[in-house]
């Protein structure tokens, strides 16, 4: 006696479903950069650093990533950063009250990043602390 191998509506239905599913995964996954390696923040006893951290996360995240890795077509990871690299602590303070403008020659992304990365309200004092943060990730 054979079997006989269903392939009705259902059968086709249940097809249908299971590879939109897997393509709906598959998205989700390549959006939130899934399977990519990401750096990991190191710890820090530093309060100045863990103060960095949190203000950075805050004030940065919508564009870098709340995990710093960067946010495609955004703004670029702070981990092993050339730009960030290449400056002294006072010049990145100065970039980051000054911003920058989405045609200057070195933006990557086409994207204006504010002053104050929007964040009007930052002091001195929590620039450098998200300096000193960020030289953790070099």
Not at 77 to 102: H, M, T, Y
């Amino acid at each position: 006696m054979r079997s006989q191998i269903s392939t009705g509506p259902s059968r086709i239905r249940t097809r249908s479903a299971l590879l939109l599913g897997g393509v709906v995964i598959a998205l989700f996954a390549v959006a939130c950069g899934g399977g990519s390696s990401s750096n990991t923040v190191p710890e820090s006893s530093d309060p100045a650093v863990a103060h960095g951290q949190q203000i950075t996360g805050e004030s940065c995240g919508a564009c870098h990533g709340t995990d710093f890795n960067g946010v495609s077509g955004l703004g670029p990871s702070f981990f092993d950063n050339a730009f960030i690299q290449s400056q002294s602590d006072a010049d990145l303070v100065v970039f980051i009250k000054e911003g920058r403008p989405n045609n200057a020659p070195d933006n990557e992304t086409g994207v204006a990043m504010p002053p104050f990365g929007g964040n009007p309200r930052l002091t001195d004092d929590d620039l450098s602390d998200i300096v000193a943060f960020l030289r953790t990730l070099q």
